[in-house]
C-alpha cells in the first residue's frame, strides 16, 4: 500500500470540494498487472451523504405494522368480522397470509349471538350475546401469542340490560393451573373496565374468553389486551430495535395503502374509530395505529418523519386539513382537535410526499399525467397555504421505472422515451415546476430477470452471485442516466435545489447475506451520487429485524444498514482503479444503465469517504464473489497512521442469516490492520477500513 505524505487540512478538503460525478480525473492503472489496484484522493470530494439514506418505508400492508410495531395481542377488537362458529385456519400462501387475522368465536349457543347495527358502539355494528340464566355464553378469541411473567393491560366497552358480572379468562396452557379469570361489571350505559393478567408461560395458542349469564343481553364493543410495558401503544422490544437501528427518515403510512386511506379515521378515541377494509390489500385495518401513533413513534425512534399524502381518493382540502392537525397551531380548527386529542404542540412535519405511485393504472384514482399535474399542484398549493416551510415531495415515475414498473407495459412500445406523453417525471418537471422540492422515484429489480426492450417482457436469466446483487444498484443507475436526461431538458436541474428520494427499494425479499450484499452495493451507488440523491427508503424498514408476535432481534439486512450507518464517512472522495466494470452485455435502456454500477476494482466494489473532521479515510470494500481477492490502495494526498481499524461482515454463505432462537450465522467483527499492506478481502463479505491521519 502506498502513500503520499502531502499534509492536508480541513480547509484544504473544504476547498477542494468539486462535483466529480461520472468523469474520470484520477490516474488510470495498467492493465498489465493481474492485481486490483484502487487509487483515492481525498483532495476530490463529492458533496455529503444525506443521512436520509438510511431511511425506511412502512405501510399498512396487512398486519405489517399491526403486527410488528404495535404491541395490541387481539385482533379485530372492534368487531369488524362478527362473531364466528368457529375459527378459521391461517392460510399457508404468503400473500393471503399476510392479511389473516384471528376471529372471535362463539362460546355456547350461535343463535344467542346477534349483531347490532342500530345502535353499534363503533363501526357497522356490535355483537349482541342473549345470556341464560342456566349456562355461561360470551365469545373467544384463539391463536393468541404471550410471553409468559409478563403483565398484560387490557380494557372492554359493554353494556347489557341491567347490571352483570362478566367473567374474563385468559389461558395460556391445558391444566386449570394455566388460566386466570377477572371479573368485571358492566352497567345499562357504554362504559370502560379495565383489567389485568399475567400469564406465566410463552404461548402462541393462548385464548380470551368473555362470558355471562343471567337474563337479558350483553353487548361488547371493543376489547383490547396489551403487554403492560408498550410504550405508547407500541412493543418496548421492537421500538428499542428501530432506535438502534438509528433510522434516519421513515416513510409513511403508504405505499399503494395510502391512496384510499382516510386519515381521519385514524384519530381520536383509539375504539372509536371504525374498522376498515382497506381495498388495497385487502385487509381490515382497525385504524388504532393513526396519524398521532405514528408521529409519536418516530419521536421513540428519534427519526424525521416522511409523510405520505393521498392524493388517489383523496382531495386537496383533505391535504391541507392534515397538514394543519399535524402542524397548526392550537388555536387552528384541525390543531385545535389535535390539541384535544392530547398533544397540544404541533408535530412540525417537514417532510411531504404528496402521492404515491399515481403514475400507475394499479394505484388507486389513477388519472392521466395532464390531470394529475393539476391536482398534484391543487394539493401543493392547499398544503403550503397553511405551512409554507413544508419540503414537498412529488411522484416521479422516471423513464427506467415507466418501462421497467409492473403493469405499465403497452404493446408495441416496450421502452418510455424521455419526454414522451409516457415519461411521468417529465410531466411533473415541465407542469409543476416550483410545486415540489424532490421527485420520488421506486426500484424492485426482479431476481434472475432481465427486461427485454424488443418485446417489454422479462426473462430469465442465469447470473452470478456479482451479477445478481448488482441488479439493485444498476437501476440506480438507470435512474441517473435518466436524471442526466432530464437536466438537459430543464437546466434548471443543473443549479441543485430539486432533489430525488429513492424513496421505496428492495430486492431479494430473504433475509440473508445475498441481500445484505445487494444492499451494501446499492449504497455505494447512492453515495456515488450525492450531488441529487438526497433520501433513499428501504422497504420495508420492518425487514431490519427478524420478529415473531413477542420477540425480535436486529436482522441480516438491519446489521449491514447499521454497519454503513455507524462506520462509513460522511464526505464522499474519489476512487479509480486498474480493473473496470464489464461492459453491458444487454442494450441500454430499460434495467440496462450506460455504464455497470461499481468502481473500477472489478469483482470489488470500493467506496471511499472522510469523516466529519476530515481525519479519516474511510474505505468501503465489498466482495460478493466466492474467492478472496488482494486490494492495493494508493492513497494520494494523505498521511496515515501505521495502524488502522476494520470492521468485516460477512458469513459462510451466501444464505447464513440471522433468526430468533437461534446463533446469528453472519457477523461483524472488528480488528486492527497494517495501513501499508495490501488488503485481503474475504468472500462474501462487506469491510469498511479506517484510516486515521498521522
Known sequence: MKNSFLPISRRTFLQGTIALAGSQVLPVFGMDDNSIKAVIDPTHTFPNVSPYIYGGFIEHIGNLINHSLWSEVLDDRKFYYGVLAQAETKPTDRRAAMSFVNK??????????????????????????????????????????????????????????DVKKVFITLIWGESKQQRQTVTVKSSKDWNTVNFQFSPEADTTSGHLEIVAKGEGTLRVGAVSLMPADNVGGFRADTIALMREMDCKMLRMPGGNFISAYDWKNTVGDPDKRPPILDPVWKAVQPND?????????????QCEPYWCVNTG??????GAELVEYVNGDKNTEWGAKRAANGH????????????????????????????????HNLFADAMRDVDPSIYIVAPGGFVDEMTTGQGIFIEGQPQVKVG???????????????????????????????????????FDVDMTLLESVRQPPDRVRTMVDAWEEYKKAFPALEKGSVKVFFDEWAYHFQDDLKGALAIAMTLHEFYRHTDFIDMAGYTMATAWMDFNRTQSIISTKGRVFQLFNKHYGVTPVAVNGNSPQPAPQYPIGGDQPKVNSGSATYPLDVSASLN?????????????????????????????????????????????????????????TESKFDTQGPLSIAPLSVEIYHFSAA
Open 104 to 161: 372471535w368465536t362463539v362460546i355456547g349457543d350461535m343463535s344467542a349471538i346477534c349483531l347490532d347495527t342500530d345502535r353499534p358502539y363503533v363501526g357497522e355494528h356490535s355483537p349482541v350475546i342473549h345470556l341464560d340464566s342456566n349456562n355461561y355464553r360470551g365469545i373467544a378469541q384463539n391463536g393468541l401469542a404471550l410471553a409468559g411473567n409478563k403483565a398484560y393491560q387490557g380494557r372492554i366497552v359493554l353494556n347489557s340490560s
Open 612 to 668: 466529519e473532521s476530515g481525519d479519516t479515510l474511510i474505505v468501503s470494500v465489498i466482495n460478493a464473489t466466492r474467492s478472496t481477492h488482494d486490494l492495493d490502495l494508493n492513497l494520494q494526498h494523505f498521511n496515515t497512521s501505521k495502524q488502522g481499524t476494520c470492521w468485516k461482515f460477512t458469513g459462510k454463505s451466501v444464505d447464513a442469516r440471522n433468526q430468533l432462537g437461534k446463533p446469528p450465522e453472519v457477523l461483524t
Open 344 to 375: 397540544t404542540e404541533p408535530y412540525k412535519v417537514k417532510y411531504w410526499n404528496i402521492g404515491n405511485e399515481m403514475y400507475g393504472h394499479w394505484q388507486r384514482g389513477h388519472m392521466s399525467r395532464e390531470h394529475y399535474v393539476t391536482k
Open 313 to 318: 381518493y383523496g382531495e386537496p382540502r383533505s
Open 420 to 458: 414522451s406523453d409516457r415519461d411521468w417525471a417529465y410531466g411533473m418537471l415541465e407542469g409543476s415546476w416550483g410545486k415540489f422540492d424532490a421527485l420520488a422515484t421506486h426500484a424492485y429489480p426482479p431476481e434472475g430477470k432481465r427486461f427485454n426492450l424488443a418485446t417489454g417482457k422479462l
Open 289 to 301: 395505529v393513526g396519524v398521532d401513533e405514528l408521529l409519536q413513534m418516530c419521536q421513540l425512534i
